[in-house]
């Protein structure tokens, strides 16, 4: 679950820098952007497996809804505190995932002005909750069936986004350069299309894949995943890995090279 969790924030790196002085070190915003996604998730996971094996009736119960488990073993003075720091920490997501999901459109060459962008994905909050208060009947299965679609789509992603990138882009020292024609390169130029057909395949292509390959104990969702599996292997420890991530990650990266590998060769024609 930390893995997929951690891949559901993997297109968000522009965010963490988009503020930072101009001259700020690479490395340094990776490292400290990395520590502080990484370091308290890994508290909490720390914690949660102390009080799990510390109490296994509060173990169990957390398995089907680990808030009101939770809440059921502290103090009450407690939920106020956890109340606010909820509030504050899905506020503080959704800000940056609205903010990125309009970027994602204005890109995608969606003409949509960003206060409709945050209407949008106000909607499909609502509807997220609605699902998950009226309609499911384990906010675990799913949660975990939430990250792992995410889990596939970012892995596709950021395969054709590294491949893209250190391949093809000289590690993006080619956009928009003038040396080696990467005029041709510049991804804002004017006239360029909104979708980069090489691109948008690999990911689609991936992620159906990915998707495939994948389970859910949500009943609902599992309907649409893993349909490339048999049912000894959804019952089975294959199932369980998730292993559809990890496969879409490699198939994306894969294809893509190999669709604008054929594309330039095609561009630059015989000879």
Not at 126 to 151: E, M, P, R
Request: proline share 5%; aromatic share 10%; glycine share 14%.
């Amino acid at each position: 679950a930390m893995t997929l969790l951690g891949l559901g924030w993997v297109n968000c790196g522009a965010d963490y820098s988009r503020y930072l002085p101009s001259g700020s070190r690479p490395r340094s915003v990776a490292l400290w952007t990395m520590l502080g996604g990484a370091l308290p998730p890994m508290v909490l996971l720390v914690f949660g497996v102390l009080l799990a094996g510390g109490d296994p009736s509060l173990a169990e119960a957390a398995g089907g809804d680990p808030v009101a488990a939770l809440a059921g073993a502290l103090p009450t003075w407690f939920l106020l505190a956890y109340l606010l720091t909820a509030i504050g920490g899905f506020l503080a997501g959704a800000i940056m995932d609205i903010y990125s999901s309009g970027l994602s459109m204005l890109a995608l060459g969606v003409p949509i002005r960003r206060h409709y962008a945050v209407l949008i994905d106000g909607l499909l909050m609502v509807l997220g909750g609605y699902y998950l208060l009226f309609v499911s009947t384990s906010f675990l299965a799913t949660f975990q069936a939430f990250l792992a679609i995410i889990g596939v789509v970012m892995a596709a992603w950021a395969a054709v986004f590294l491949v893209d990138m250190w391949r093809l882009r000289k590690g993006g020292r080619s956009y928009g350069g003038p040396a080696d024609g990467a005029d041709r390169e510049r991804l804002l130029r004017p006239g360029a299309p909104a979708l980069h057909w090489p691109g948008l395949v690999s990911l689609v292509v991936a992620s159906v894949v990915g998707l495939g390959l994948i389970t859910s104990a949500d009943e609902n969702i599992a309907a649409i995943v893993g349909f490339l599996m048999s049912r000894e292997l959804e019952s089975g420890t294959f199932g369980a890995a998730n292993i559809g991530v990890v496969v879409a990650l490699v198939v994306a990266g894969a294809l893509y090279y190999l669709l604008t590998a054929f594309a330039r060769r095609g561009d630059r024609g015989p000879g």
